[in-house]
C-alpha cells in the first residue's frame, strides 16, 4: 500500500510540482473522471489512447493520498485469499478474474518504463514468507497456482528463505519470480504525464460538489464551474463524501503507514540479502530494500487516522524485533494514507447504472488491481466491453459506519495478536526440537564413548570368571 524513492532525496513534493489547474469554466466531454488516484489517472488514459475526451476532477492534487504513498510492489492477486475467492464465484470465474488482475501487473510493467518513466527504479521477484510451518499447505498452493491459475511460482524451503532473510521469525516462502517493484509515486507522477500527452484535462482543487446521472447527459456541479458527461467514473475512495456517500459508507476506512530508514551501510547486508520485497502471510510486514542501503518497512493497519510521524518509532523498533542484527535503525522519512476496504476484500469495479461507473475499495488489492480496473471500465465506456461483470458477485455491502471502524480495528489488533502467538508457538516448536536433536546427539555420543565397557563388555568378563 505505500512507497518511496530509491533515494529519499529524489521523491518529488507539492512544492516541486508545476501549478495546479482548478476547473473555472464550463466543459462538456464524454468521460468525466472523479478522482486523480491510480484507477483513475489509468481510466482517464485508456479512454482518452481509444479516441474519447476526458477530464478529471481531483478535490486536492494528483495522488494526495494512499495512491501517493504505496509500497510499489507489483504481483497476480486481489486482497481475498484464493481460496475465498473460488468459494464464492467458482473455478472457472476465480481462473477469469485472476488472468484480468494478471493483466493489470503487465500493465503497469508496460507503463513502467525509463523511457517512459525517468528513475522507476524497476526491480524483480517478490517473496511471501509464512510465519509458522507450513510445509503442506505451501505444496498444496504452488500446485493450484500454477496449475488452476497459470502463474509462475517457486516454492522455498526454510533454509533458503532464512539464507536471504537472516530472522528465525519465516518459515517457508514463495516466490514469484515475474513480480517487480518500482517508485511508485514516479509511476503516479508518470501516468499523470501520458494522459496529459494523451489529451486528458487534468483539474486539481477542483471538488466535485454534487452530480446529476440521469439522463444521457450527466451533469456534475463544481465549485466554480459546471461539467457535462456521458458517463462519470467515481474513482475516489472514502474521501468521496456527500456526493457519492453511498459508496463511501460501502468502505471501511483504514490507515497505513510506512518509514524509509537512515542509510544501513554494510550492516544491512548482515540481515537481508533479497532484493526484491518481502510480505509476511498475516500482513503484519511488508518491506523492501530501496536506495541500496535503506529500508522500506510498513506496519500493520489501523482504522484511526494518525499522523505517519507517530508510526516511526514502531516501525524502527518493528525492524530492530524481526531483524535484530541491525540493531537500532534510524528513520529518514514516514508516510502513509486512507484506502477504502471492502466488507468482502475485492474491489469495486463496474457500472452502478447506465453512465455511472465506480472504480473503488482498493485497499490491500496492489497496484496491479488499480490498472485492472482502468483498463476494463475504459473499454467497458468506449469499446462495450463486458469483462466488468465479473465483479457483479461483489456488490457494494455498508461497511458499518464508526460501529464498522471500531469493529474493524479490535479484528485488526485480534488478528495480529494471534498471528504473532502463533509465530511465537512456531518458534518455539522448532527450538524445542532443535534441543532435543542436541540432547540425542550427546546421549548417542556418552553411549558409544561408554560402549566398551557397558553392560555387554561387563557381562563378558563375569561369564569368563
Same mark, same amino acid.
Given at each position: 500500500?505505500?512507497?518511496?524513492s530509491?533515494?529519499?532525496?529524489?521523491?518529488p513534493?507539492?512544492?516541486? +510540482?508545476?501549478?495546479?489547474?482548478?476547473?473555472?469554466?464550463? #466543459?462538456?466531454?464524454?468521460?468525466?473522471?472523479?478522482?486523480?488516484?491510480?484507477?483513475g489517472?489509468?481510466?482517464?488514459?485508456?479512454?482518452?489512447?481509444?479516441?474519447?475526451?476526458?477530464a478529471?476532477?481531483?478535490?486536492?492534487?494528483?495522488?494526495?493520498?494512499?495512491?501517493?504513498?504505496? +509500497?510499489?510492489?507489483?504481483?497476480?492477486?486481489?486482497?481475498? %485469499?484464493?481460496?475465498?475467492?473460488?468459494?464464492?464465484?467458482? #473455478?472457472?470465474?476465480?481462473?477469469?478474474?485472476?488472468?484480468?488482475?494478471?493483466?493489470?501487473?503487465?500493465?503497469? &510493467?508496460?507503463?513502467?518504463?525509463?523511457?517512459?518513466? %525517468?528513475?522507476?527504479? *524497476?526491480?524483480?521477484?517478490?517473496?511471501?514468507?509464512?510465519?509458522?510451518?507450513?510445509?503442506?499447505?505451501? =505444496?498444496? &498452493?504452488?500446485? +493450484?497456482?500454477?496449475?488452476?491459475?497459470?502463474?509462475e511460482?517457486e516454492?522455498?524451503? =526454510? $533454509?533458503?528463505?532464512?539464507?536471504?532473510?537472516?530472522?528465525?521469525?519465516?518459515?517457508?516462502?514463495?516466490?514469484? %519470480?515475474?513480480?517487480?517493484?518500482?517508485?511508485g509515486?514516479?509511476?503516479?507522477?508518470? *501516468?499523470?504525464?501520458?494522459?496529459?500527452?494523451?489529451?486528458?484535462?487534468?483539474?486539481?482543487?477542483?471538488?466535485?460538489?454534487?452530480? $446529476?446521472?440521469?439522463?444521457?447527459?450527466?451533469?456534475?456541479?463544481?465549485?466554480?464551474?459546471?461539467?457535462?458527461?456521458?458517463?462519470?467514473?467515481?474513482?475516489?475512495?472514502?474521501?468521496?463524501?456527500?456526493?457519492?456517500?453511498? #459508496?463511501? $459508507?460501502?468502505?471501511?476506512?483504514?490507515w497505513?503507514?510506512?518509514?524509509?530508514?537512515? %542509510?544501513?551501510?554494510?550492516?544491512l547486508?548482515?540481515?537481508?540479502?533479497?532484493?526484491?520485497?518481502?510480505?509476511?502471510?498475516?500482513g503484519?510486514?511488508q518491506?523492501?530494500?530501496?536506495?541500496?542501503?535503506?529500508?522500506?518497512?510498513?506496519?500493520?493497519?489501523?482504522?484511526w487516522?494518525?499522523?505517519?510521524?507517530?508510526?516511526?518509532?514502531?516501525?524502527?523498533?518493528?525492524?530492530?524485533?524481526?531483524?535484530?542484527?541491525?540493531g537500532?535503525?534510524a528513520?529518514?522519512?514516514?508516510?502513509?494514507?486512507?484506502?477504502?476496504?471492502?466488507?468482502?476484500?475485492?474491489?469495486?469495479?463496474?457500472?452502478?447504472?447506465?453512465?455511472?461507473?465506480?472504480?473503488?475499495?482498493?485497499?490491500?488489492?496492489?497496484?496491479?488491481?488499480?490498472? +485492472?480496473?482502468?483498463?476494463?471500465?475504459?473499454?467497458?465506456?468506449v469499446?462495450?466491453?463486458?469483462?466488468?461483470?465479473?465483479?457483479?458477485?461483489?456488490?457494494?455491502?455498508?461497511?458499518?459506519?464508526? =460501529?464498522?471502524?471500531?469493529?474493524?480495528?479490535? =479484528?485488526?489488533?485480534?488478528?495480529?495478536?494471534?498471528?504473532?502467538?502463533?509465530?511465537?508457538?512456531?518458534r518455539?516448536?522448532?527450538?524445542?526440537?532443535?534441543?532435543?536433536r542436541?540432547?540425542?546427539?550427546?546421549?548417542?555420543?556418552?553411549?558409544? *564413548?561408554?560402549?566398551?565397557?557397558?553392560?555387554?563388555?561387563?557381562?563378558?568378563?563375569?561369564?569368563?570368571?
Amino acid at each position: 500500500m505505500t512507497t518511496a524513492s530509491t533515494d529519499v532525496t529524489d521523491r518529488p513534493d507539492a512544492s516541486a +510540482m508545476p501549478e495546479r489547474q482548478r476547473l473555472t469554466f464550463s #466543459l462538456d466531454v464524454d468521460v468525466c473522471v472523479v478522482g486523480a488516484g491510480l484507477a483513475g489517472l489509468t481510466v482517464a488514459l485508456e479512454a482518452a489512447r481509444r479516441g474519447a475526451s476526458v477530464a478529471v476532477l481531483e478535490g486536492r492534487h494528483v495522488g494526495w493520498n494512499a495512491s501517493g504513498n504505496q +509500497m510499489g510492489t507489483v504481483m497476480p492477486g486481489f486482497g481475498l %485469499p484464493l481460496d475465498d475467492l473460488i468459494a464464492r464465484v467458482g #473455478l472457472e470465474d476465480a481462473s477469469e478474474l485472476w488472468a484480468l488482475s494478471q493483466q493489470g501487473a503487465a500493465y503497469v &510493467r508496460a507503463q513502467a518504463t525509463e523511457e517512459l518513466m %525517468p528513475g522507476i527504479a *524497476l526491480s524483480e521477484g517478490a517473496l511471501q514468507v509464512s510465519n509458522v510451518d507450513v510445509g503442506e499447505r505451501l =505444496i498444496a &498452493r504452488l500446485q +493450484m497456482l500454477g496449475e488452476d491459475f497459470d502463474t509462475e511460482v517457486e516454492g522455498w524451503q =526454510i $533454509d533458503r528463505v532464512r539464507e536471504v532473510l537472516k530472522t528465525r521469525r519465516y518459515f517457508h516462502g514463495v516466490y514469484y %519470480p515475474q513480480a517487480f517493484q518500482i517508485d511508485g509515486r514516479t509511476y503516479l507522477q508518470g *501516468l499523470a504525464a501520458l494522459a496529459k500527452q494523451a489529451g486528458v484535462r487534468i483539474f486539481e482543487d477542483t471538488p466535485v460538489v454534487s452530480f $446529476d446521472a440521469a439522463g444521457i447527459r450527466k451533469r456534475i456541479i463544481t465549485p466554480s464551474a459546471r461539467l457535462r458527461a456521458s458517463h462519470i467514473v467515481l474513482a475516489g475512495n472514502i474521501h468521496l463524501g456527500e456526493p457519492a456517500q453511498r #459508496l463511501s $459508507d460501502t468502505l471501511l476506512p483504514v490507515w497505513r503507514f510506512a518509514a524509509v530508514t537512515e %542509510p544501513l551501510g554494510d550492516r544491512l547486508a548482515e540481515a537481508i540479502t533479497f532484493q526484491g520485497s518481502v510480505t509476511d502471510t498475516d500482513g503484519i510486514d511488508q518491506f523492501r530494500i530501496v536506495g541500496g542501503d535503506r529500508l522500506m518497512w510498513s506496519s500493520p493497519e489501523t482504522t484511526w487516522a494518525a499522523r505517519p510521524q507517530r508510526f516511526a518509532g514502531a516501525i524502527a523498533r518493528r525492524i530492530r524485533t524481526v531483524f535484530p542484527v541491525l540493531g537500532t535503525v534510524a528513520i529518514a522519512e514516514t508516510f502513509g494514507g486512507a484506502v477504502g476496504q471492502t466488507v468482502h476484500g475485492m474491489p469495486q469495479i463496474g457500472q452502478l447504472r447506465q453512465g455511472l461507473w465506480v472504480a473503488s475499495g482498493f485497499g490491500r488489492q496492489g497496484l496491479n488491481t488499480t490498472a +485492472m480496473a482502468g483498463q476494463l471500465i475504459a473499454s467497458g465506456i468506449v469499446d462495450g466491453d463486458a469483462r466488468w461483470k465479473l465483479f457483479l458477485p461483489f456488490e457494494l455491502v455498508w461497511a458499518g459506519g464508526g =460501529i464498522g471502524r471500531i469493529a474493524g480495528h479490535g =479484528i485488526g489488533i485480534w488478528e495480529r495478536q494471534t498471528a504473532a502467538v502463533a509465530g511465537a508457538l512456531a518458534r518455539y516448536r522448532e527450538g524445542a526440537v532443535a534441543r532435543e536433536r542436541v540432547r540425542e546427539a550427546r546421549l548417542a555420543e556418552a553411549n558409544r *564413548l561408554a560402549g566398551t565397557r557397558g553392560p555387554h563388555s561387563a557381562g563378558g568378563e563375569g561369564s569368563g570368571g
